[in-house]
């Protein structure tokens, strides 16, 4: 993570949480905090400290950027130019409310969709008129390019960032773990179909989600679901329906597409991605692609 001066707290604490409770679930993460100064203040009023040396990137690893108020917008430019070498080495990079302005100078927003605070949409328009700014969203992503709304946001972002790598299964432990309500509804297709489909209070649902979360990419059928709960298949259907508007298995195939979409968009083809989702024909795939594309 990286930041400068008038950082907001929650900018950093928010994501950091999140990988830190993930670390323990047994997800690891490594967190390192770097600044062009080693004291930060912030808009709170409690100063951070970080080092001023960054670690050795590799491309699984993440570079986040906080926002920060004051007349000292702009990130200096060395770390402009270790954000752009990190994302052309194939890392990812996010930027957290008026963060995304750093990935902007940098370059990386450039042809690209991207979002962040309501009140700094106008600017961030302005200052990148080769964006494509996404209003009314949570946050975006775009060629491991991550940008978010409000600070609260950050969470999100943090919480996606699982999901995507080891599945919807991590960020649902996660957020039960910090008992967030990490479920938050959003217009973007950025934002997890697990995340989408968890706004609700029913425990046996929630128990059944966890359950195709973790093996999203087997067979399931009713009657499986069914005895891990010790619900009838009937009331399965019944309780999943009303809960989340739909059936355990259109549930299951969502979470299919989200990972095949992932993949493409990480290079691979139509026929491993359906291979790795769960999907046992690409033809399948190809079709439900076409179908949620028609229906934008």
Do not use: K
Request: proline residues 4%.
């Amino acid at each position: 993570m990286t930041g400068r001066r008038s950082s907001s707290r929650l900018d950093v604490a928010g994501p950091a949480q999140v990988f830190s409770t993930a670390a323990d679930l047994g997800y690891e993460h490594a967190l390192s905090y770097v600044s062009e100064d080693t004291h930060v203040a912030t808009v709170q009023g409690l100063p951070l400290h970080a080092e001023r040396a960054w670690p050795h990137l590799d491309p699984d690893d993440l570079v986040i950027v906080p926002g920060w108020r004051g007349p000292a917008r702009m990130a200096g430019a060395d770390t402009l130019r270790r954000l752009r070498e990190h994302h052309a080495a194939g890392g990812t990079v996010a930027g957290i409310c008026a963060g995304a302005d750093a990935l902007g100078r940098a370059g990386l927003l450039d042809g690209r969709r991207c979002t962040t605070h309501h009140t700094s949409q106008d600017e961030l328009a302005r200052l990148h008129p080769t964006a494509e700014v996404v209003r009314d969203v949570l946050y975006v992503e775009d060629e491991r390019v991550v940008t978010s709304a409000g600070v609260a946001s950050g969470i999100d972002v943090a919480l996606h960032l699982p999901s995507a790598r080891r599945g919807p299964y991590a960020a649902s432990q996660v957020a039960r773990a910090l008992v967030v309500y990490a479920r938050r509804q959003g217009a973007s297709p950025q934002i997890s179909a697990m995340l989408r489909h968890r706004g609700h209070n029913d425990e046996t649902v929630h128990r059944i989600q966890d359950l195709i979360d973790a093996h999203f990419t087997r067979r399931l059928t009713l009657s499986m679901l069914a005895d891990a709960v010790g619900c009838s298949e009937r009331t399965v259907t019944r309780l999943f329906r009303h809960a989340t508007g739909l059936t355990p298995l259109a549930y299951q195939t969502a979470l299919r597409l989200e990972r095949a979409e992932h993949l493409l968009g990480q290079g691979a083809t139509t026929e491993t991605a359906a291979r790795e989702a769960g999907f046992g024909d690409p033809r399948m795939l190809r079709r439900l692609r076409a179908r949620t594309e028609a229906r934008r």
